[in-house]
Protein backbone atom coordinates (compact mmCIF):
# COMPACT_ATOMS: atom_id res chain seq x y z
CA UNK A 1 0.00 0.00 0.00
CA UNK A 2 3.17 2.58 0.92
CA UNK A 3 4.46 1.19 -2.51
CA UNK A 4 1.24 2.23 -4.35
CA UNK A 5 0.95 5.74 -2.59
CA UNK A 6 4.34 6.99 -3.78
CA UNK A 7 4.02 5.59 -6.98
CA UNK A 8 1.00 7.73 -6.95
CA UNK A 9 2.78 10.71 -5.40
CA UNK A 10 5.50 10.16 -8.05
CA UNK A 11 2.73 10.22 -10.65
CA UNK A 12 1.52 13.14 -9.60
CA UNK A 13 4.34 15.57 -9.11
CA UNK A 14 5.88 14.37 -12.80
CA UNK A 15 2.69 14.24 -15.44
CA UNK A 16 0.11 16.91 -15.37
CA UNK A 17 -2.54 14.73 -16.73
CA UNK A 18 -2.89 12.76 -13.70
CA UNK A 19 -3.22 15.21 -11.67
CA UNK A 20 -6.98 16.45 -10.39
CA UNK A 21 -6.11 19.46 -11.42
CA UNK A 22 -8.62 20.69 -14.00
CA UNK A 23 -7.88 20.85 -17.71
CA UNK A 24 -7.89 24.53 -17.93
CA UNK A 25 -5.67 24.91 -15.19
CA UNK A 26 -3.22 22.08 -16.43
CA UNK A 27 -3.06 24.18 -19.54
CA UNK A 28 -2.64 27.25 -18.57
CA UNK A 29 0.30 26.10 -16.44
CA UNK A 30 1.95 24.41 -20.00
CA UNK A 31 1.43 27.34 -21.87
CA UNK A 32 3.60 29.62 -18.92
CA UNK A 33 6.01 27.40 -19.25
CA UNK A 34 6.86 27.30 -22.89
CA UNK A 35 6.62 30.49 -22.84
CA UNK A 36 9.36 30.73 -19.93
CA UNK A 37 11.53 28.78 -22.20
CA UNK A 38 11.19 30.69 -25.24
CA UNK A 39 11.49 33.76 -23.64
CA UNK A 40 14.54 32.23 -21.80
CA UNK A 41 16.17 31.10 -25.37
CA UNK A 42 15.71 34.51 -26.39
CA UNK A 43 17.30 36.17 -23.39
CA UNK A 44 20.51 33.94 -23.39
CA UNK A 45 21.35 34.92 -27.29
CA UNK A 46 20.07 38.65 -27.05
CA UNK A 47 24.11 39.67 -26.92
CA UNK A 48 24.28 38.46 -30.37
CA UNK A 49 23.65 41.35 -32.78
CA UNK A 50 21.17 40.86 -35.94
CA UNK A 51 22.33 41.85 -39.55
CA UNK A 52 20.38 44.92 -40.68
CA UNK A 53 19.39 44.67 -44.38
CA UNK A 54 18.13 47.78 -46.24
CA UNK A 55 17.45 48.62 -49.44
CA UNK A 56 16.55 52.41 -50.73
CA UNK A 57 15.21 53.74 -53.90
CA UNK A 58 16.10 57.64 -54.22
CA UNK A 59 15.12 60.12 -57.10
CA UNK A 60 16.15 63.61 -56.99
CA UNK A 61 16.38 66.92 -59.36
CA UNK A 62 19.50 69.00 -58.36
CA UNK A 63 19.88 73.15 -59.10
CA UNK A 64 20.79 72.70 -62.92
CA UNK A 65 17.66 70.49 -63.17
CA UNK A 66 20.09 67.05 -63.44
CA UNK A 67 17.99 64.02 -62.53
CA UNK A 68 19.64 61.89 -60.16
CA UNK A 69 18.19 58.11 -59.24
CA UNK A 70 20.05 55.98 -56.24
CA UNK A 71 19.69 52.78 -55.56
CA UNK A 72 21.18 51.34 -52.96
CA UNK A 73 21.02 47.86 -51.40
CA UNK A 74 23.34 46.99 -48.04
CA UNK A 75 23.73 44.67 -44.81
CA UNK A 76 25.41 45.71 -41.66
CA UNK A 77 26.34 44.19 -38.74
CA UNK A 78 27.97 45.37 -35.77
CA UNK A 79 28.53 43.21 -33.02
CA UNK A 80 30.11 43.01 -29.39
CA UNK A 81 33.33 40.41 -29.52
CA UNK A 82 34.10 41.32 -25.57
CA UNK A 83 32.21 43.51 -23.02
CA UNK A 84 34.65 42.77 -19.88
CA UNK A 85 32.54 39.71 -18.84
CA UNK A 86 29.16 41.49 -19.68
CA UNK A 87 28.58 38.68 -22.54
CA UNK A 88 28.91 35.87 -19.57
CA UNK A 89 26.79 37.47 -17.15
CA UNK A 90 23.98 38.29 -19.97
CA UNK A 91 23.91 34.60 -20.36
CA UNK A 92 24.00 33.89 -16.93
CA UNK A 93 21.40 36.28 -15.92
CA UNK A 94 19.20 35.30 -18.62
CA UNK A 95 19.17 31.47 -18.05
CA UNK A 96 18.88 32.59 -13.79
CA UNK A 97 15.97 34.19 -14.34
CA UNK A 98 14.08 32.01 -16.66
CA UNK A 99 14.51 28.67 -13.90
CA UNK A 100 13.50 31.49 -11.31
CA UNK A 101 10.20 31.74 -13.31
CA UNK A 102 9.69 28.12 -13.90
CA UNK A 103 10.24 27.58 -10.65
CA UNK A 104 7.34 29.92 -9.71
CA UNK A 105 5.31 27.88 -11.97
CA UNK A 106 5.96 24.62 -10.11
CA UNK A 107 5.49 26.78 -7.11
CA UNK A 108 1.89 27.76 -8.83
CA UNK A 109 1.16 24.33 -9.79
CA UNK A 110 2.31 22.78 -6.11
CA UNK A 111 0.31 25.77 -4.55
CA UNK A 112 -2.94 24.42 -6.17
CA UNK A 113 -2.51 20.59 -5.82
CA UNK A 114 -2.19 21.52 -1.93
CA UNK A 115 -5.50 23.23 -1.94
CA UNK A 116 -6.84 20.20 -3.59
CA UNK A 117 -5.59 17.54 -1.17
CA UNK A 118 -5.95 19.78 1.76
CA UNK A 119 -9.58 20.46 0.68
CA UNK A 120 -10.31 16.70 0.25
CA UNK A 121 -8.64 16.14 3.59
CA UNK A 122 -10.71 18.61 5.63
CA UNK A 123 -14.33 17.68 3.86
CA UNK A 124 -13.60 14.01 4.80
CA UNK A 125 -12.64 15.48 8.06
CA UNK A 126 -15.22 17.99 8.57
CA UNK A 127 -17.67 14.77 7.47
CA UNK A 128 -16.61 12.37 10.29
CA UNK A 129 -17.04 15.75 12.56
CA UNK A 130 -20.64 15.89 11.37
CA UNK A 131 -20.78 12.46 12.21
CA UNK A 132 -19.66 12.89 15.61
CA UNK A 133 -21.90 16.57 16.46
CA UNK A 134 -24.97 14.24 15.18
CA UNK A 135 -23.88 11.82 18.24
CA UNK A 136 -23.30 14.71 20.84
CA UNK A 137 -26.66 15.97 20.21
CA UNK A 138 -28.52 12.39 20.61
CA UNK A 139 -26.11 12.36 24.03
CA UNK A 140 -27.71 16.04 24.73
CA UNK A 141 -31.57 14.34 24.12
CA UNK A 142 -30.80 12.20 26.43
CA UNK A 143 -29.37 14.17 29.08
CA UNK A 144 -31.89 16.72 28.47
CA UNK A 145 -34.64 14.14 28.54
CA UNK A 146 -33.46 12.49 31.61
CA UNK A 147 -33.01 15.95 33.63
CA UNK A 148 -36.48 17.21 32.27
CA UNK A 149 -37.99 13.57 33.78
CA UNK A 150 -36.60 14.56 37.21
CA UNK A 151 -37.45 17.98 37.36
CA UNK A 152 -40.56 17.35 36.83
CA UNK A 153 -40.44 14.89 40.01
CA UNK A 154 -38.38 17.31 42.46
CA UNK A 155 -34.59 15.44 41.57
CA UNK A 156 -33.46 18.02 39.96
CA UNK A 157 -33.54 22.02 40.05
CA UNK A 158 -34.29 24.24 37.06
CA UNK A 159 -30.01 25.20 36.61
CA UNK A 160 -30.27 21.89 35.65
CA UNK A 161 -32.39 21.66 33.14
CA UNK A 162 -31.55 24.92 31.60
CA UNK A 163 -27.97 24.31 31.29
CA UNK A 164 -29.05 20.60 29.50
CA UNK A 165 -30.75 23.05 27.17
CA UNK A 166 -28.46 25.16 26.44
CA UNK A 167 -25.65 21.69 25.68
CA UNK A 168 -28.06 20.98 23.35
CA UNK A 169 -28.39 24.21 21.58
CA UNK A 170 -24.87 24.63 21.11
CA UNK A 171 -24.92 21.05 19.70
CA UNK A 172 -27.19 21.93 17.45
CA UNK A 173 -25.25 25.16 16.18
CA UNK A 174 -21.98 23.36 15.88
CA UNK A 175 -23.78 21.08 13.27
CA UNK A 176 -24.87 24.15 11.52
CA UNK A 177 -21.37 25.37 11.88
CA UNK A 178 -20.00 22.26 10.56
CA UNK A 179 -22.43 21.96 7.84
CA UNK A 180 -21.15 25.16 6.65
CA UNK A 181 -18.05 24.39 6.24
CA UNK A 182 -18.32 21.29 4.36
CA UNK A 183 -20.19 23.48 1.82
CA UNK A 184 -17.56 26.22 1.95
CA UNK A 185 -15.00 23.28 1.31
CA UNK A 186 -16.62 21.88 -1.28
CA UNK A 187 -16.97 24.57 -3.10
CA UNK A 188 -13.48 25.60 -3.28
CA UNK A 189 -12.55 22.02 -3.99
CA UNK A 190 -14.74 21.55 -7.01
CA UNK A 191 -12.77 25.53 -8.44
CA UNK A 192 -9.33 23.51 -8.79
CA UNK A 193 -11.19 20.18 -10.51
CA UNK A 194 -13.12 19.34 -13.62
CA UNK A 195 -16.45 18.86 -13.35
CA UNK A 196 -16.17 15.34 -11.46
CA UNK A 197 -17.63 13.60 -7.98
CA UNK A 198 -14.89 15.13 -5.61
CA UNK A 199 -15.38 11.38 -3.76
CA UNK A 200 -13.30 9.70 -6.80
CA UNK A 201 -10.02 11.62 -5.24
CA UNK A 202 -7.69 9.50 -3.44
CA UNK A 203 -5.66 11.08 -1.17
CA UNK A 204 -2.10 8.74 -1.33
CA UNK A 205 -0.06 8.57 2.15
CA UNK A 206 1.52 11.23 2.48
CA UNK A 207 5.23 11.46 3.85
CA UNK A 208 6.71 12.77 6.60
CA UNK A 209 9.18 15.74 5.10
CA UNK A 210 12.45 15.66 6.79
CA UNK A 211 13.41 19.22 8.04
CA UNK A 212 16.47 19.11 5.53
CA UNK A 213 14.89 18.04 2.62
CA UNK A 214 12.13 20.94 3.31
CA UNK A 215 14.71 23.56 3.77
CA UNK A 216 17.19 22.39 0.63
CA UNK A 217 14.24 21.34 -1.70
CA UNK A 218 11.93 24.21 -0.77
CA UNK A 219 10.68 25.36 -3.69
CA UNK A 220 10.47 29.02 -2.52
CA UNK A 221 14.40 28.84 -1.51
CA UNK A 222 15.30 27.45 -4.87
CA UNK A 223 13.84 30.41 -6.39
CA UNK A 224 15.40 32.55 -4.08
CA UNK A 225 18.45 31.41 -5.00
CA UNK A 226 17.90 31.27 -8.81
CA UNK A 227 16.90 34.87 -8.22
CA UNK A 228 20.29 35.85 -6.20
CA UNK A 229 22.57 34.45 -9.13
CA UNK A 230 20.39 36.56 -11.57
CA UNK A 231 20.44 39.86 -9.56
CA UNK A 232 24.51 39.03 -8.96
CA UNK A 233 24.69 38.48 -12.67
CA UNK A 234 22.74 41.83 -13.32
CA UNK A 235 25.07 43.70 -11.24
CA UNK A 236 28.65 42.34 -12.64
CA UNK A 237 26.39 43.22 -16.25
CA UNK A 238 26.14 47.16 -15.08
CA UNK A 239 29.75 47.04 -14.27
CA UNK A 240 30.86 45.68 -17.14
CA UNK A 241 29.03 47.89 -18.99
CA UNK A 242 31.57 50.80 -17.47
CA UNK A 243 34.44 49.00 -18.97
CA UNK A 244 36.26 48.72 -22.08
CA UNK A 245 34.00 47.01 -24.76
CA UNK A 246 35.49 45.75 -28.07
CA UNK A 247 33.09 46.11 -31.19
CA UNK A 248 33.01 44.42 -34.71
CA UNK A 249 31.94 46.10 -37.78
CA UNK A 250 31.01 45.33 -41.06
CA UNK A 251 29.11 45.80 -43.81
CA UNK A 252 28.59 45.09 -47.57
CA UNK A 253 26.51 46.75 -50.29
CA UNK A 254 25.84 47.44 -54.01
CA UNK A 255 25.06 51.15 -55.27
CA UNK A 256 23.13 52.28 -58.79
CA UNK A 257 23.64 55.52 -59.00
CA UNK A 258 22.30 57.53 -62.26
CA UNK A 259 22.01 60.82 -63.51
CA UNK A 260 21.53 62.90 -66.78
CA UNK A 261 25.62 63.42 -66.72
CA UNK A 262 27.04 60.09 -64.67
CA UNK A 263 26.49 56.49 -64.25
CA UNK A 264 27.66 54.80 -61.49
CA UNK A 265 27.17 51.14 -59.88
CA UNK A 266 29.14 48.72 -58.41
CA UNK A 267 30.11 47.10 -55.01
CA UNK A 268 31.03 48.26 -51.43
CA UNK A 269 32.33 46.79 -48.59
CA UNK A 270 33.57 48.09 -45.24
CA UNK A 271 34.77 45.99 -41.70
CA UNK A 272 36.76 47.50 -38.54
CA UNK A 273 37.03 46.70 -34.95
CA UNK A 274 36.21 49.72 -32.48
CA UNK A 275 37.19 49.69 -28.85
CA UNK A 276 35.85 52.17 -26.58
CA UNK A 277 34.72 52.66 -22.79
CA UNK A 278 31.73 55.06 -21.10
CA UNK A 279 33.22 57.75 -19.21
CA UNK A 280 29.55 58.59 -17.33
CA UNK A 281 29.28 60.70 -13.56
CA UNK A 282 26.59 58.01 -12.60
CA UNK A 283 29.05 55.34 -13.09
CA UNK A 284 29.42 54.72 -9.38
CA UNK A 285 25.97 54.90 -8.53
CA UNK A 286 24.18 52.71 -11.16
CA UNK A 287 26.71 49.92 -10.32
CA UNK A 288 26.56 50.01 -6.74
CA UNK A 289 21.79 50.59 -7.00
CA UNK A 290 22.62 47.12 -8.91
CA UNK A 291 25.10 45.84 -5.85
CA UNK A 292 22.60 46.72 -3.42
CA UNK A 293 19.06 45.16 -5.25
CA UNK A 294 21.50 42.02 -4.98
CA UNK A 295 22.26 42.21 -1.57
CA UNK A 296 18.24 43.00 -0.76
CA UNK A 297 17.66 39.44 -2.54
CA UNK A 298 20.03 37.74 -0.81
CA UNK A 299 18.60 38.97 2.10
CA UNK A 300 15.22 38.11 1.48
CA UNK A 301 16.21 34.85 1.18
CA UNK A 302 17.96 34.20 4.65
CA UNK A 303 14.78 35.99 6.16
CA UNK A 304 12.64 33.60 3.98
CA UNK A 305 14.53 30.60 5.30
CA UNK A 306 14.54 31.67 8.92
CA UNK A 307 10.67 32.07 8.44
CA UNK A 308 10.52 28.54 7.06
CA UNK A 309 12.87 26.67 9.43
CA UNK A 310 10.00 28.32 12.15
CA UNK A 311 7.15 27.17 9.55
CA UNK A 312 8.11 23.43 9.77
CA UNK A 313 8.72 23.14 13.49
CA UNK A 314 5.42 24.42 13.82
CA UNK A 315 3.68 21.80 12.12
CA UNK A 316 5.65 19.42 12.92
CA UNK A 317 4.37 20.29 16.65
CA UNK A 318 1.28 20.39 15.15
CA UNK A 319 1.60 16.80 13.94
CA UNK A 320 3.01 15.78 17.49
CA UNK A 321 0.17 17.44 19.48
CA UNK A 322 -2.63 15.17 16.98
CA UNK A 323 -0.55 12.14 17.73
CA UNK A 324 -1.04 13.27 21.16
CA UNK A 325 -5.06 13.77 21.02
CA UNK A 326 -5.19 10.35 19.25
CA UNK A 327 -3.39 8.68 22.41
CA UNK A 328 -6.12 10.46 24.26
CA UNK A 329 -8.45 9.14 21.72
CA UNK A 330 -7.54 5.54 21.98
CA UNK A 331 -7.50 5.80 25.69
CA UNK A 332 -10.90 6.89 26.12
CA UNK A 333 -12.37 4.34 24.00
CA UNK A 334 -10.37 1.80 25.95
CA UNK A 335 -12.61 2.82 28.92
CA UNK A 336 -15.83 3.21 27.49
CA UNK A 337 -15.80 -0.17 25.48
CA UNK A 338 -15.49 -1.47 28.97
CA UNK A 339 -18.29 0.81 30.27
CA UNK A 340 -20.29 -0.34 27.48
CA UNK A 341 -19.36 -4.01 28.00
CA UNK A 342 -20.25 -3.72 31.72
CA UNK A 343 -23.86 -1.45 31.02
CA UNK A 344 -25.14 -3.92 28.52
CA UNK A 345 -25.09 -6.68 31.26
CA UNK A 346 -26.17 -4.42 34.04
CA UNK A 347 -28.97 -3.32 31.27
CA UNK A 348 -30.17 -6.90 30.15
CA UNK A 349 -30.08 -7.87 34.06
CA UNK A 350 -32.25 -4.53 34.91
CA UNK A 351 -29.49 -2.51 36.97
CA UNK A 352 -29.48 0.25 33.59
CA UNK A 353 -31.26 1.91 31.26
CA UNK A 354 -31.27 1.50 27.93
CA UNK A 355 -30.46 5.52 27.58
CA UNK A 356 -27.45 4.54 29.89
CA UNK A 357 -26.11 2.08 27.26
CA UNK A 358 -27.30 4.29 24.30
CA UNK A 359 -25.28 7.39 25.24
CA UNK A 360 -22.28 5.27 26.41
CA UNK A 361 -22.64 3.68 22.53
CA UNK A 362 -22.61 7.12 21.35
CA UNK A 363 -19.53 7.84 23.62
CA UNK A 364 -17.64 5.17 22.19
CA UNK A 365 -18.49 6.04 18.61
CA UNK A 366 -17.32 9.57 19.41
CA UNK A 367 -13.92 8.90 20.35
CA UNK A 368 -13.44 6.48 17.43
CA UNK A 369 -14.09 9.11 15.56
CA UNK A 370 -11.77 11.78 17.21
CA UNK A 371 -8.97 9.44 16.24
CA UNK A 372 -9.98 9.08 12.52
CA UNK A 373 -10.43 12.71 12.83
CA UNK A 374 -7.08 13.86 14.28
CA UNK A 375 -5.47 11.16 11.68
CA UNK A 376 -6.55 13.50 8.83
CA UNK A 377 -5.39 16.64 10.82
CA UNK A 378 -1.80 14.75 10.67
CA UNK A 379 -2.26 14.22 6.64
CA UNK A 380 -3.22 18.03 6.13
CA UNK A 381 0.21 19.30 7.98
CA UNK A 382 2.02 16.38 6.00
CA UNK A 383 0.28 17.89 2.88
CA UNK A 384 0.88 21.26 3.32
CA UNK A 385 5.36 20.44 3.91
CA UNK A 386 5.17 17.97 1.11
CA UNK A 387 3.58 20.16 -1.27
CA UNK A 388 6.44 23.02 -0.59
CA UNK A 389 9.19 21.03 -1.89
CA UNK A 390 10.34 20.19 -4.98
CA UNK A 391 10.16 16.52 -5.91
Known amino acids: MKRLSMLLLFTIMAYGESTPLSTQKQEILQLKREQIKRDMGASTKSWISPLNLSLSINKSEDATKN ?7 AVEWSQDLFRSGGIYYTIEQAKA ?3 ANLLGVDSEESTYLKQIYTLKAQVERDKLSLEQEQLTLKNMDIDLFIIKAKYKVGTSDISELNQATINRDNARTSMIVTKNALHSETYELKKL ?5 IDSIEIPEFPTISKDEYIDKNIELLQYKQSDIAKEASWKNTRSGYLPKLTFNASYGYTDYSSDTTDYNGNAYSYG ?6 LDINTNDSIESARLQFLQTKSSQADRRAELQEEYAKRISNIEDYKEKISVAQEMITMYTELYDFTKQQASAGFKSSYDLESLGNSLKIQELE ?3 QNYNITIEKISLYFDVKH
Open 67 to 73: NIETKKG
Open 97 to 99: SGE
Open 273 to 278: ATLSMP
Open 371 to 373: EKI
Open 193 to 197: IDKIN
